[in-house]
């Protein structure tokens, strides 16, 4: 697990998505998605085409969708060597989204205070 706070990291650490195939992307902030259409269970199977990270905005590009993650002021982005899909656990400090990939690697974007800033927005490419 490598947590990931400078822009150029975060770009560094984004690169690595290229080609990547979507496990999943598991939303567990109550209020970060911004988007119902579509759901976070139609990225499954798409692989990603472009990254890129600006003002702590963090833009993925698939194949058929593009999610940005809006990390506010205090998000950080956690690199994953080996991820699985997070369960709920009492008193356990959840992410507030994962994005886990089918090589099993993933990331997850978290937030030290209780109240969840980022937010996750998806969109279907024209």
Known sequence: MTVIQDID?????LDRLQGEEIATL????????????PLPEALV????ESTSVENRVVAIT??????????????KLVWL???QPYLMVAGSL?????LLLAS?????????ARTK???VTLTTRV
């Open 81 to 83: 060597d080996g991820v």
């Open 94 to 98: 959840r992410p507030t989204a994962r």
């Open 117 to 119: 800033r980022i937010t």
């Open 45 to 48: 199977g798409d692989t990603v």
């Open 9 to 13: 990291e975060i770009q560094a650490v």
């Open 62 to 75: 698939t194949t058929r969708y593009a999610i940005v993650f809006d990390l506010q002021r205090t998000g």
């Open 26 to 37: 598991q939303v567990l902030g109550i209020n970060s998605l911004k988007s119902t259409t």
């Open 104 to 112: 099993g690697r993933g990331l997850d974007l978290t937030e030290p």
